[in-house]
T-cell receptor, first 112, second 113 residues
Framework: DAGVTQSPTHLIKTRGQQVTLRCSPKSGHDTVSWYQQALGQGPQFIFQ???????QRGNFPDRFSGHQFPNYSSELNVNALLLGDSALYLC???????????FGEGSRLTVL | TQLLEQSPQFLSIQEGENLTVYCNSSSVFSSLQWYRQEPGEGPVLLVTVVTGGEVKKLKRLTFQFGDARKDSSLHITAAQPGDTGLYLCAGGAGGTSYGKLTFGQGTILTVHP
């Protein structure tokens, strides 16, 4: 049973560019949440997708957007990258209406 | 805004010692979770506590949820080098906020052989 998979694992971008990160949830899970983890910090909630719609959102600007596909996989898009966007981006999946999250290994984004 | 404060931020101990990590908030949470994260990996759920005063044990790890559901602790008995890692507490609001967790900043534990 595959767990949560994320791609790419590492990427480097320059300021002003755009990035797309991808996530496949654990089998049987239909809810995907995205978190940003800066170095030395705990993860911060970006948003959550369920039934292909954004259900909840944290305190992140509109530069951060997402999408969920009919197969429950999800994408996180960040536009107009800033140096401060450098972080580990974690995807977590869960079953409906449960708080038990299963995290992927993350995508490490470096913005130069 | 709900905040969770963890202490200590860093902990360096010898194998066999006991330790306690604390997680405190001024907010009430419907559940409190503890995760462990190793370098290059995502957090892995250790336990979920949902009832005020609840105590759960996982081998040498003991987790407690405060009576008022605002704080929690993680106690490790006879720590081993394999316990080394980043420990994170996370509070859940429940209801329509399932999956939206508020994380503490983490405690980096190093256990020396």
């Amino acid at each position: 049973d595959a767990g949560v998979t994320q791609s790419p694992t590492h990427l480097i971008k320059t300021r002003g560019q755009q990035v797309t990160l991808r996530c496949s949830p654990k089998s049987g899970h239909d809810t995907v949440s995205w978190y940003q983890q800066a170095l030395g910090q705990g993860p911060q909630f970006i948003f959550q997708y369920y039934e292909e719609e954004e259900r909840q959102r944290g305190n992140f600007p509109d530069r951060f957007s997402g999408h969920q596909f009919p197969n429950y996989s999800s994408e996180l898009n960040v536009n107009a990258l800033l140096l401060g966007d450098s972080a580990l981006y974690l995807c977590a999946s869960s079953r409906p209406n449960t708080g038990e999250l299963f995290f992927g290994e993350g995508s490490r984004l470096t913005v130069l | 805004t709900q905040l969770l404060e963890q202490s200590p931020q860093f902990l360096s101990i010898q194998e066999g010692e006991n330790l306690t990590v604390y997680c405190n908030s001024s907010s009430v949470f419907s559940s409190l979770q503890w995760y462990r994260q190793e370098p290059g990996e995502g957090p892995v759920l250790l336990v979920t506590v949902v009832t005020g005063g609840e105590v759960k044990k996982l081998k040498r790890l003991t987790f407690q949820f405060g009576d008022a559901r605002k704080d929690s602790s993680l106690h490790i008995t006879a720590a081993q080098p394999g316990d080394t890692g980043l420990y994170l507490c996370a509070g859940g609001a429940g209801g329509t906020s399932y999956g939206k967790l508020t994380f503490g900043q983490g405690t980096i534990l190093t256990v020396h052989p």
